[in-house]
């Protein structure tokens, strides 16, 4: 089964910014840029678990977390 059938599109050229649990990646020029990571994640680690290639244009800041209530 190939990816596209377990997920549908959202929309082509739409998503400029990705955002998980552990990483915010935004989307330019058709390449995924690492912008932010969880602390105590390494580029390896988020590489391996991340489908596509990640690219590193600049300081990888460490994601916050919100603190809510």
Known sequence: MEI???YPLTGT???SRIFTD???VHV???R???RELLPGIG???I???TGAELHVESE??????????
Do not use: D, R, T
């Open 4 to 6: 596209n059938e377990l």
């Open 13 to 15: 050229g739409v998503v």
């Open 22 to 24: 552990l990483a915010v």
């Open 28 to 30: 330019a020029a058709g």
């Open 32 to 34: 995924f840029v690492l």
């Open 43 to 45: 580029f390896e680690q």
């Open 47 to 49: 590489q391996s678990l």
């Open 60 to 69: 990888v800041l460490n994601l916050e977390i919100p603190q809510f209530g």
